[in-house]
């Protein structure tokens, strides 16, 4: 164990005469869970350092994302700690039910949907598997907003899980680094947030940076009394890391994202190099030997002029050398092949916003319309398909994949799909570089921290190594027609629909059978995600019901969970649909 039961408690009370000069017994649940977190930061503090010192001189992993999902960190901390069941027995010896203390954390406002979901559990099976990884985003003061449903339509209001603090991130303000835009000049600070391993002493690192003004406040117009103007460079810089995805319906909103993924693949990159200049010196030619950036989905791609801009313009080196270190350095997860989902930037924005990373990738576009002319002299359809910039817009997937060592896709179909249909001619161009990394969501969270229950089944069936090795639920099979074991799994199934429904009665107030079919849809709302189709099915479906009530059909239950971007008009036009047609059946 991690520390021992007794310490463990003493050291708990202790936190919280220190944090809010309580003894344990006038605590709330909030400041239990600020007291537990603290003593388990502190006791796996030595572990953290130890794990950075270890990998120091090695190849690492660094994964650049716009999105983190997290989730809620204690219990997650706990169960890979290996201290669930004490830590839940310390509580209810002072009459606390753990559930209630882990309620009491604000769910962390870093990520939205799949993409940094992917990034979360990227970072869990990193740590837990002893590779060396850190992770790059951006710590957004606000998650993207929290969504209230008034007479059938999305109300957003914001999401300020930063309320209060949060104890898993710790400030390094002396790693803090500039970030330099067309206009102005901020601050970058960084936090760190531990990811912890299961069943292993590892403890990487999540680095989130958070924009702040070169000067708090200007004294000037503050003494003049000017108080909004002696602010507006504060909140201007502020504004990068306020919200997780704002608005960019209107061009300032394009301007703010541009500068989002700006911010932070800028300060990852300067901190990226500082510490490799500080092991290896300038040798940059070793750059790839010790750094492997993946770039999750084209939000980050930016970072390949800007690493152009940091070794030519900051550290000298030639150009050419310089792109070969690039190259060899980036790879790129392909999430989607939607264009609509493929980032294209309008040039005049670059020009604005980042006035020397537009003239990089320009050169960068026009070394790659080198390379086509020498491939495909005769074929200028291709060239003009697959140049960089294409009028006045800068396709970011396509300098990802050229400014890449890898791309990938992230199911095995969907990597056939690029290779053979929706990018076969940069397959047939980059053949060495396409391969396919399936995407996976970590079983320690979605099925041990989830569903004990299940867990303990199938422990007691096949044993433990698939909280590691997920290939081990294999073994599984041979009780396939076990009818002691299917009717067991049965009855947990029933009894997490059961703990659903009851929840969905709670929180909503509306009663649903248990014993019905749950069709269940929750991911983010847009059209390619067929929430539409859906709810068209189900108004199908009731209409037919109407009219031929003897139709044979098992009870159904539809839940949808979605939340549509705020300038998403149609997304927000489905969500009031889907909240009509329950209304009909309903009533």
Known sequence: ?????????????????????????????????????????????????????????????????????????????????????????????????????????????????????????????????????????????????KQKIEDGFQVETPESWLRYGDVWTVARPFDEVIVEFGDSKVRAVPYDMPIIGYGTDNVNTLRLWEAKAIEELDLKEFNDQNYEKALENVNRAEDITRILYPNDSTNEGKKLRLKQQYFFTSASLQDIVRKFKKLHGDDFKRLPEFVSIQLNDTHPVIAIPELMRILTDVEGLLWKDAWAIVEKTFAYTNHTILSEALEKWWIGLYEEVVPRISAITERIHYQFLNLLEEKYPEDKARRERMSIIQGDLIHMAWLAIYGSSKTNGVAALHTDILKHIELKEWYELFPDRFLNKTNGITQRRWMLQCNPQLSNLIIELIGDKWITDFSEMKNLERYSADKNVIDRFLSIKSEKKKELADYIEKTSGIKINPDSIFDIQIKRLHEYKRQLLNILHILDLYYRLKENPEMKIHPVTYIFGAKSAPGYMRAKGTIRLINEVASIINN
């Open 1 to 145: 164990m991690l520390i021992e039961k007794g310490l463990l408690k003493s050291e708990i009370e202790t936190k919280v005469g220190v944090l809010f000069n309580k003894s344990i017994d006038e605590a709330n649940s909030f400041e239990i869970y600020q007291s537990l977190s603290k003593v388990l930061l502190d006791n796996i503090s030595k572990k953290w350092l130890e794990t950075r010192k270890k990998y120091e001189n090695e190849k690492q992993a660094f994964y650049f994302s716009a999105e983190f999902l997290m989730g809620r960190a204690l219990g997650n901390n706990l169960i890979n700690l290996g201290i669930y069941q004490e830590v839940s027995e310390i509580l209810s010896e002072i009459g606390l039910e753990i559930n209630t203390i882990e309620a009491a954390e604000e769910d962390a406002g870093l990520g939205n949907g799949g993409l940094g979901r992917l990034a979360a559990c990227f970072m869990d099976s990193l740590v837990t598997l002893n590779l060396p990884g850190t992770g790059y985003g951006i710590k957004y003061k606000n998650g993207i907003f």
